[in-house]
């Protein structure tokens, strides 16, 4: 079976500065996708940022980037220039081929203006 | 497009009783699927379907059952509720594997 950690279960980041939240994973598959997703207080889970197993690159999207260590099964979430708005729970996932996903419990992100 | 809808959005039931959580989505989704997050918790799968006719369980599937008649509807029925399944219930779909997860309001349940 498949686990997902996320040691960090509070962060903290000041206005404009880059914060980065940990995730590590254990699984057999070579194959497989991960995900970040944010959870703000109206608790509807939305797409950070998505990337596959089998590619090498790290996946960017807008402020927000993974460091995708797939030897170290890591895959860590930078975000730049963090905003007010970037405030959420922030949840580490894994999914098979099969259709099952794993979710990590989560980090609180806290912005301070 | 609505998305993926859920409803009722919250419910109070008695220990012993069963209700149904319904999901459904209008975006033509093959995989759907059903979690439950405890309070500062993440999400565990409960059961899910990659198709119409096809479910599977997941991480946590003990007293819950589902179908999947139809590709756009995945109910999920507590059989006899007990509060141990006192959650927030959230339904998801996605195109296939490995995409995007699209997730619903939630539902929050009450077992007294």
């Known amino acids: 079976a498949q686990t997902v950690t996320q040691s960090q279960p509070e962060m903290s980041v000041q206005e404009a500065e880059t914060v980065t939240l940990s995730c590590t994973y254990d699984?057999?598959?070579?194959?497989?996708?991960l995900f970040w997703y944010k959870q703000p207080p109206s608790r509807q889970m939305i797409l950070v940022i998505r990337?596959?197993?089998?590619?090498?690159q790290n996946a960017t999207e807008n402020r927000f980037s993974v460091n995708f260590q797939k030897a170290a099964k890591s895959f860590s979430l930078k975000i730049s220039d963090s905003q007010l708005g970037d405030a959420a729970m922030y949840f580490c996932?894994?999914?098979?081929?099969?259709?099952?996903?794993?979710f990590g419990d989560g980090t609180t992100l806290t912005v301070k203006p | 497009n609505a998305g993926v809808t859920q409803t009722p959005k919250f419910q109070v039931l008695k220990t012993g009783q069963s209700m149904t959580l319904q999901c459904a989505q209008d975006?033509?989704?093959?995989?759907m699927s059903w979690y439950r997050q405890d309070p500062g918790m993440g999400l565990r799968l409960i059961h899910y379907?990659?198709?119409?006719?096809?479910?599977d369980q997941g991480e946590v599937p003990n007293g819950y059952n589902v179908s999947r008649s139809t590709t756009e509807d995945f109910p999920l029925r507590l059989l006899s509720a007990a509060p141990s399944q006192t959650s927030v219930y959230f339904c998801?779909?996605?195109?296939?594997?490995?995409?995007?997860?699209?997730f619903g309001p939630g539902t929050r349940l009450l077992v007294l």
């Open positions: 998801a779909s996605s195109y296939g594997r490995g995409e995007t997860q699209y």
């Open positions: 699984t057999s598959e070579s194959d497989y996708y």
């Open positions: 990337q596959e197993a089998y590619k090498q």
């Open positions: 996932a894994y999914h098979t081929n099969a259709g099952k996903s794993t």
């Open positions: 975006m033509n989704h093959e995989y």
């Open positions: 379907s990659v198709g119409a006719g096809i479910t």
